[in-house]
């Protein structure tokens, strides 16, 4: 019994210690954004406002106050950086329309629908539907157009970081199974937390290496 408890003990000390990795690791990348000298202001937005949701969703469990406002607004304005950097650059002058169309969804979404009280993963699901397709069309028409060298480009790989986040966690807010999600898969870890830290850790992992090669090529978004 006592040997029991000292596993979970320790499994639950293991969990607080790679949530808290994953938070460090969001400051590392936007020091390195500074220290590689990378020019692009939407990244720059885009690493400034995870620090500031960490900083504040961490200030927020502390005392016990709901995160659900606070990540509705995190996630409309995250989601349409992206939207708008990558629509900027694929539709060029007609980059405004997708951002518009989902910026208008998830504000009602937020005062009419799901509302301020509940996590809005209807917004979360259509941004990153919109956001998925976008970088589908701009892949078919490159393909198309037999210009292979854009998929080695390093906006490609930019464009391609925020991906798995999109995908695994509209999979998981899909089903708005709050048991599923819950789930223990191993060690204690549920599928909700190993989806968290799976994504986070591919889509930082991405952003450091655009700003890597950025450092190295002048052309920068």
Request: proline share 1%; hydrophobic share 55%.
């Amino acid at each position: 019994m006592i040997f029991q408890k000292i596993l979970i003990l320790q499994i639950k000390l293991a969990q607080i210690n790679l949530v808290l990795a994953l938070k460090i690791y969001y400051l590392v990348t936007l020091f390195y954004f500074f220290y590689k000298k990378c020019k692009s202001k939407f990244l720059l937005l885009i690493l400034l406002l995870a620090v500031i949701n960490t900083i504040l969703t961490t200030v927020f469990v502390n005392y016990k106050i709901s995160l659900a406002a606070i990540t509705n607004l995190y996630i409309l304005v995250h989601d349409f950086l992206w939207l708008y950097m990558i629509n900027k650059i694929v539709f060029e002058n007609k980059y405004y329309v997708l951002p518009a169309v989902f910026l208008i969804y998830g504000l009602v979404n937020l005062f009419f629908a799901e509302g301020f009280d509940i996590f809005n993963s209807d917004t979360f699901i259509f941004g990153s539907f919109l956001y998925v397709l976008t970088l589908f069309y701009a892949s078919y028409m490159h393909l198309k157009n037999e210009n292979l060298a854009f998929f080695f480009q390093n906006t490609y790989l930019l464009f391609a970081a925020p991906v798995m986040f999109f995908i695994s966690y509209s999979l998981v807010f899909a089903f708005s199974n709050k048991t599923l999600n819950s789930t223990i898969l191993f060690y204690g870890i549920s599928l909700f937390n190993l989806v968290n830290l799976f994504a986070n850790f591919i889509y930082y992992s991405l952003i450091n290496l655009y700003i890597y090669r950025a450092h190295k090529i002048t052309n920068e978004l």
